[in-house]
């Protein structure tokens, strides 16, 4: 973390990127602008996702998204007013979602079109989770584009490596709005004081704590978890050294791995008989998730390899993941090695 993240008090989201204007090298401002059109979408989601047991908003959509789910309509909602958002401030030349089939290019027929970014999103992960009032956040993930500009966008432009990434983070829509994010100079976390709309840097440089005795996985599927993790949940249950942990599983990704973030802890999603790939997709979830972990000292793998590291090869495809806590997700790891 440089000094520029060192935190001042009360500093505001705006305050905070001007700041660290710098640091986004290679950038004439728009990631700034584009972090600036995150934060504008954020708010107004935030402000549906607070009243979402008052309106009919709820409620499956009717249709369906490309992973079969049932499209709830926040996740409508908050897919439209992300898109919208980035795409009216003509900072990003094209967007993958979650609950788009395809990718949507931006402008891209303008030859005059100097966007250089394209954006992953998840809008509104856990949505199932909103009728039960339990946490969802939105998640997402920056790429600098591989084909010239003025060029339609392809594909390629959003099959990079993690590793690739230039910017990553979440909004968290739990008791308090957060997001967090990272640009590649570590993790900072800012919450939102909803009654004057203005997010303040309460969580400057975020690190995972080294360890800890939280492990986050749905034992539900335990019959079907590869060897590995089953060996490794019964490690986290034995009563030896600093264990048993205690198991926490919210079933929302950004919830989970945010307590994790500030308590210590393994978020683990392996791969079961109905998702023998794992459930969370690769693009819009893993790789942004990825990248925070490894800027706030943790790690994120497959259980075998870094999730940074996977060349995607398709929009939505799926990985397991094993991320957080550095040495709890070594343990895992050698859990999955020697099975
Ligand atoms: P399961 C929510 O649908 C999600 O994508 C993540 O947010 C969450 O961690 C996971 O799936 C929960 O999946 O199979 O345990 O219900």
């Not at 009563?239 to 973030?261: A, Q």
């Not at 000292?297 to 993941?321: C, K, M, Y």
Request: with cysteine; hydrophobic share 35%.
């Amino acid at each position: 973390t440089t000094q520029s993240n060192m935190a001042k008090k009360n500093q505001t989201l705006g305050e905070f990127i001007i700041e660290n204007q710098a640091e986004f090298k290679y950038s004439s401002g728009e990631l700034s602008r584009l972090i600036n059109s995150i934060r504008l979408a954020a708010k107004v989601v935030n402000h549906e996702v607070n009243k979402a047991g008052l309106v009919d908003i709820i409620g499956a959509a009717g249709d369906t998204n490309i992973q079969g789910e049932d499209q709830q309509k926040l996740d409508v909602y908050a897919n439209e007013k992300f898109i919208q958002t980035l795409s009216n401030r003509n900072i990003v030349c094209g967007i993958g979602s979650e609950e788009n089939d395809d990718f949507i290019a931006i402008n891209s027929l303008d030859e005059n079109n100097q966007n250089k970014y394209v954006v992953l999103i998840d809008p509104l992960d856990g949505s199932s989770n909103i009728d039960v009032n339990v946490s969802v956040g939105t998640i997402f993930s920056v790429y600098r584009r591989v084909t010239p500009v003025g060029t339609p966008v392809t594909i390629d432009d959003f099959l990079q490596e993690g590793n690739k990434q230039v910017a990553a983070g979440y909004v968290i829509y739990g008791t308090s709005t957060m997001l967090v994010y990272t640009t590649g100079h570590g993790v900072n976390g800012f919450t939102l004081n909803p009654a004057i709309g203005t997010f303040y840097l309460s969580h400057p440089s975020m690190q995972f704590p080294e360890t800890g005795n939280i492990y986050s996985i749905n034992e539900g599927n335990y019959a079907h978890f590869p060897q590995g993790v089953k060996s490794y949940i019964k490690y986290c249950q034995e009563e030896k050294e600093d264990r048993p942990y205690t198991s926490r599983y919210i079933g929302s990704l950004v919830s989970d791995f945010h307590r994790n973030l500030i308590k210590g802890g393994i978020y683990i999603y392996p791969q079961t008989s109905k998702a023998p790939n794992g459930k969370l997709r690769l693009l819009y979830e893993c790789n942004p998730m990825a990248f925070l972990a490894e800027q706030a000292n943790g790690l994120a793998s497959d259980g075998f390899q870094r999730i940074l590291d996977i060349q995607p090869t398709e929009l939505h495809q799926r990985v397991p993941i094993f991320c957080g806590s550095r040495k709890m997700v070594e343990k895992a790891e050698e859990f999955m090695k020697n099975s």
